[in-house]
C-alpha cells in the first residue's frame, strides 16, 4: 500500500534536492557584485511594497483571464493530439466539440471588444 | 448514442445557449427582444427533449454518472415554465432599467443548465459540476447592475461565502470519497448499505456535506448571505435567484442525503431537526421586523426551507414526496410574490419597501386580489395550495412519530402568518401613498394572474400535482 506512494516521497527528495543545489550555485559561482537593485524585491510592474488601496487597470485581469482560457486549450490539445491514433474518430469529434464551444466564446469576447486595449 | 438521447436536454440546451449567445452579439439595441423570445423558445424546446426522451424508469449513462428518471424530467420541465415566468415578469423592468442585456437571459440559461445537471447527477462530481456552473451564473447574476454599488457588495458577498460553502461541500465529498473509493451515487449507497460501514470519518464526510447543502438552501446558520443577495440584486435578479434554485438545492439534497447516503439517515436526521428548528425560528420572527419586502421574502424564504427540510427528516418516501412537493409549490409562490414587486415598480423607481403596498386595493382592485392569493398561500391559508404543501410536510413528520417537531412547524407558521397578512392588511386597509394607476404589457398581466390562480386551482385541486409526485418519486 506504501509503496504505491514511493514516487511521491523520490519525486519530493528530487524537487528538494534540486532547489538546494540551484541556490547553492548561485551561492557559489554568482560572484559578489550586490547593489540595491539587485537585492531589492522584485514584482512585474509594480513597486513591491505600497498602500494595498492602490488603483489596478481591470484590464489586466481581462487579458489573464482569456489568456488562461487558451492556454488550459492549448493543455488539453498536447495530450489529444499524441493519443490521436488509438482514440481516432470519437477523439476527433470529441475534440472537434470542444473547440466549438470554446470559439463560441472566442466570437462572443471579440464582439464585445474584450480584445481592444482601448 | 443511447447516453446522448438521456442527455437530450442538456445537450440542446447547450446549443440554444450558444445560438442565443451568438445572435445576440450581433444584434442592434433596439432588436434586442428576439434575444428574449430565443431565449423562451430555447425552454420550449428543452421542455419537448425533456418530455420526448423520458424514460419508463430510472436509467443511468455516461458510466454511471447520469440518471434519467421520471422524477427529474418533472422537476426540469418544472424550472423551464418558472424561468419561462422570471424572463416574461423580467422583460420590462429591464428595458426601463437600461438593462435589457443579452447577458441576463444567457447566464439565467446557463444556471438552469446547471440545475439540470444537478437534477440528474448520479456522481458526486456531475452533482458539483451542476453546482457550481449555477453558482458562478448566479454570482454574476447579482453583480449585474454594474452602476449599483450595493449590487456589487453583495455579489461579493455571494461570491467568498458561495466559494466557502462549495470548498466545504467538495471536502465532505474528499471525505466519502475515501471511505467507500467511488464518487458513484449508487455504488455509495451500496457501500454504506453494509452493516458496520457508517465510521467517524465517513459521519465527519457527512457533516461536511450537510453544510454545504444548508448554504446553498439557505437554511440557519448558514444563511447570512440570503436577505443581502436578495435586496442588492435588481429586482429580476432576486426573482430568478428566488425562485428556480431552489430546485437545485432540493436535488442536491435528494440525490446526495436520500439517494446515496440514504443508510445514514440516522445520522443525518438529528443535523437537519437542528438546522430546521433553527430556520423556522430565525425566518418567521426576524421577517416580522423588516420594512423591506426583499428582505422580508428573504426571511420568509429560510422559514420555508425549514418545511422542506421536514420531508427529509421524516426519511419516509411520503416525506421525500411532500419535500418535492413544497419545493414545487414554494417556487411558484415565489415567483408569483417577486413579480408582484416587479409589476409595482416604474421607471427609475424600485417598490423595495412594504409601504409601496399601501392601497394597492384603490389602486388596482385585480392585482391586489393576486397579491392576496399569494401571501395566504405562503402563510398557508386553505384552500391555497401551500395550506396543502405545509400539511403533506407536517403529516409526514407525524407519520415518522416527531410530533415536536410537527407541533413547533405549526406554531411557527402561525407567527409567521403575521407578516404575511399584514402585507393583506396594508393592501387592503391602509390609504395609498402614491395614487398612480399600475402599468404593464398585457403578456405579464396574463401570466402573473394566471400563476396566482394557480395557486388557488392547484388548492383546490392538490391531488393532481400531489398524484405526480408520488408517481415520479419515491
Redesign the interface.
Same mark, same amino acid.
Given at each position: 500500500m506504501l509503496a504505491n506512494y514511493a514516487p511521491i516521497l523520490i519525486f519530493l527528495v528530487v524537487a528538494t534536492g534540486l532547489g538546494l543545489v540551484l541556490l547553492a550555485l548561485g551561492f557559489a559561482l554568482g560572484g559578489g557584485q550586490k547593489d540595491a537593485e539587485k537585492l531589492s524585491p522584485y514584482e512585474c510592474g509594480f513597486e513591491a511594497f505600497e498602500d494595498t488601496r492602490m488603483r489596478f487597470d481591470v484590464r489586466y485581469y481581462l487579458v489573464a483571464i482569456l489568456f488562461i482560457i487558451f492556454d488550459l486549450e492549448i493543455a488539453f490539445l498536447f495530450p489529444w493530439a499524441v493519443s490521436l491514433d488509438t482514440i481516432g474518430l470519437f477523439g476527433l469529434v470529441a475534440m472537434g466539440i470542444f473547440l466549438a464551444v470554446l470559439i463560441v466564446g472566442f466570437i462572443y469576447e471579440w464582439r464585445k471588444g474584450a480584445l481592444e486595449w482601448d | 448514442m443511447i447516453d446522448l438521447q438521456l442527455a437530450a436536454a442538456e445537450v440542446f440546451m @447547450?446549443c440554444a445557449i450558444?445560438v442565443v &449567445? &451568438?445572435v445576440d @452579439?450581433?444584434l442592434p439595441d433596439e432588436r434586442r427582444l428576439l434575444t428574449f423570445r430565443l431565449a423562451l423558445l430555447s425552454l420550449v424546446g428543452a421542455a419537448v427533449c425533456s418530455a420526448y426522451y423520458l424514460p419508463n424508469g430510472s436509467v443511468t449513462a455516461f458510466s454511471e454518472s447520469f440518471v434519467t428518471d421520471p422524477a427529474s424530467a418533472v422537476m426540469k420541465i418544472f424550472a423551464y415554465l418558472i424561468v419561462g415566468l422570471v424572463f416574461i415578469y423580467s422583460r420590462d423592468f429591464l428595458m426601463r432599467a437600461g438593462l435589457f442585456k443579452g447577458e441576463f437571459f444567457i447566464l439565467a440559461l446557463f444556471a438552469l443548465l446547471g440545475i439540470m445537471v444537478m437534477l440528474s447527477a448520479h456522481s458526486m462530481l456531475t452533482m458539483y459540476l451542476g453546482l457550481e456552473l449555477l453558482a458562478l451564473s448566479q454570482y454574476a447574476l447579482v453583480a449585474f447592475d454594474r452602476d449599483s454599488p450595493i449590487a456589487a457588495e453583495s455579489a461579493m458577498k455571494y461570491f467568498v461565502l458561495g466559494a466557502i460553502a462549495s470548498g466545504t461541500l467538495l471536502y465532505g465529498i474528499s471525505f466519502i470519497y475515501g471511505v467507500t473509493g467511488t464518487i458513484q451515487l449508487g455504488a455509495i449507497a451500496a457501500h454504506f448499505s453494509q452493516p458496520g460501514a457508517i465510521t467517524v470519518p465517513a459521519l465527519l464526510g457527512l457533516a461536511f456535506i450537510i453544510v454545504g447543502v444548508a448554504f446553498k438552501f439557505g437554511a440557519v446558520p448558514f444563511h447570512m448571505w440570503l436577505p443581502d443577495v436578495y435586496q442588492g440584486s435588481s429586482t429580476p435578479v432576486t426573482l430568478f435567484i428566488g425562485s428556480v434554485p431552489k430546485i437545485a438545492a432540493f436535488a442536491l439534497a435528494w440525490r446526495i442525503l436520500s439517494e446515496s447516503l440514504g443508510d445514514m439517515h440516522g445520522s443525518w436526521q438529528t443535523m437537519l431537526a437542528v438546522l430546521c428548528v433553527l430556520s423556522l425560528v430565525i425566518g418567521n420572527i426576524v421577517a416580522i421586523a423588516q420594512s423591506n419586502i426583499k428582505r422580508m421574502l428573504a426571511y420568509s424564504t429560510i422559514s420555508h426551507v425549514g418545511f422542506i427540510f421536514m420531508g427529509f427528516i421524516a426519511g419516509t418516501e411520503d416525506g421525500l414526496q411532500a419535500a418535492m412537493f413544497y419545493t414545487l409549490v414554494y417556487t411558484l409562490m415565489a415567483a408569483a410574490a417577486f413579480g408582484m414587486v416587479i409589476l409595482l415598480s416604474r421607471s427609475g423607481f424600485d417598490a423595495e419597501n412594504l409601504d409601496d403596498f399601501k392601497g394597492l386595493n384603490a389602486r388596482s382592485p385585480w392585482f391586489a386580489f393576486v397579491m392576496l392569493m399569494v401571501m395566504f398561500s405562503m402563510a398557508g391559508v386553505p384552500p391555497f395550495v401551500g395550506f396543502y404543501a405545509k400539511l403533506v410536510v407536517l403529516g409526514s413528520v407525524l407519520d415518522a412519530g416527531l410530533i415536536w417537531l410537527a407541533i413547533t412547524g405549526v406554531l411557527l407558521a402561525v407567527i409567521g402568518a403575521f407578516y404575511y397578512l399584514r402585507v393583506v392588511w396594508f393592501m387592503y386597509f391602509v390609504d395609498p401613498v402614491d395614487d398612480s394607476p399600475l402599468d404593464a404589457a398585457l403578456d405579464f398581466r396574463v401570466v402573473i394572474s394566471a400563476n396566482g390562480l394557480g395557486l388557488l386551482a392547484l388548492g383546490l385541486f392538490p391531488g393532481v400535482l400531489l398524484d405526480l409526485c408520488a408517481r415520479v418519486i419515491g
Open positions: - | @447547450v450558444c &449567445l &451568438l @452579439v450581433w
